[in-house]
Structure formats: C-alpha cells, structure tokens
C-alpha cells in the first residue's frame, strides 16, 4: 500500500516537494539543536 501511495505521488510529480519539505524541515531542526546547544555553551562559559 505505502508503494503504491508513492508510485502514485511519483507519478504525480509531487513526491519531490515532498522530499524538498521534509529535507528543509530536517534542516531546520538542525539549526535549532545547533542554536540551543550555542546558547547552553553560552552559559556554560558564562559560569565558569
């Protein structure tokens, strides 16, 4: 069934954006973890 869904979106031509959604939604995420570990290490220093 999950083949045929993406046989179909393929076929449709919209298996792409979703690639590029899910690519730019990954990216995203790595800013944030990036930005949240800068801002602990911020503090970290700020302590020390």
Same mark, same amino acid.
């Given at each position: ?8 979106? =393929?076929n ?9 959604? =899910? ?12 930005? *949240? &570990?800068? *801002?602990?290490? =911020? &503090?970290?220093?700020?302590v020390?």
């Open positions: 069934m999950i083949i045929e869904i993406l046989k179909q979106l =393929a449709d031509g919209r298996l792409i954006d979703l690639y590029d959604k =899910a690519k730019q939604r990954a990216l995203q995420q790595q800013q944030q973890q990036k930005q *949240k &570990k800068d *801002k602990l290490n =911020a &503090k970290t220093e700020k020390n």
